[in-house]
């Protein structure tokens, strides 16, 4: 089954403990994003990539890292979380445009 | 600044009616437009798009409308089903390097 998956689903830690949430993609899509969707802001981009070894900063990449070192990888990490990144977070692929993203199931990140 | 807008938080409408959820843009490079459906739990799916070279495409139930001289996005259900009920967010991306999305509308279909 052609799906994007993320993990955890759910997430609960502390300020400072770096943490890495995994994305894969079986569809061999060559544009790998991530979002957070947060209450009246809908859903903003935090990188993006175009394919391996190519990522870039979307609208909200402040405290945020990823690396695209496998087409089918796009981990997004934490490397000190802080609470303003206390969120939920999709993971999204694409074929590229014109076609439509893809999205992961989400992982809700609580950072205390 | 938000460069994709949904001004109407929710919506509600009798089953068998239509439902018209709106979507505002501000850049003029914009050239692919979509929407999205949003159970809770569940990540957003793909339901319709358009590419700013036509004004309307339709997909079963689902039609969606561009009028690019008014920045302006819509989809129409018709007819509504309970099932619809959720949020809908329209995106919108500049030859597809970076997708921009609603704030979202939730609809609620009454049966």
């Known amino acids: 089954e052609a799906q994007v998956t993320q993990n955890p689903r759910y997430l609960i830690t502390v300020t400072g403990k770096k943490l890495t949430v995994t994305c894969s993609q079986n569809?061999?899509?060559?544009?790998m994003s991530w979002y957070r969707q947060d209450p009246g802001l809908g859903l903003r981009q935090i990188y993006y990539?175009?394919?391996?070894?190519?990522?870039d900063k979307g609208d909200v990449p402040e405290g945020y890292k990823v690396s695209r070192k496998e087409k089918r990888n796009f981990p997004l990490i934490l490397e000190s979380p802080s609470p303003n990144q206390t969120s939920l977070y999709f993971c999204?692929?694409?074929?590229?445009?014109?076609?439509?993203?893809?999205f992961g199931n989400g992982t809700r990140l609580t950072v205390t | 600044d938000q460069q994709v807008k949904q001004n109407s938080p929710s919506l509600s409408v009798q089953e068998g009616r239509i439902s018209i959820l709106n979507c505002d843009y501000t850049?003029?490079?914009?050239?692919?437009f979509l929407w999205y459906k949003k159970y809770p739990a569940e990540g957003p799916t793909f339901l319709i798009s358009?590419?700013?070279?036509?004004d309307k495409n339709e997909d079963g139930r689902f039609t969606v409308f561009l009028n690019k001289s008014a920045k302006h996005l819509s989809l129409h259900i018709v007819p509504s089903q309970p099932g619809d009920s959720a949020v809908y967010f329209c995106?919108?991306?500049?030859?597809?390097?970076?997708?921009?999305f609603g704030t979202g509308t939730s609809l609620t279909v009454i049966p």
């Open positions: 999204a692929s694409s074929l590229g445009q014109p076609n439509p993203l893809h």
């Open positions: 569809m061999n899509h060559e544009y």
């Open positions: 990539s175009m394919n391996v070894e190519v990522t």
């Open positions: 850049n003029s490079m914009f050239d692919y």
């Open positions: 358009i590419s700013s070279i036509k």
């Open positions: 995106a919108a991306s500049a030859r597809g390097n970076q997708f921009y």
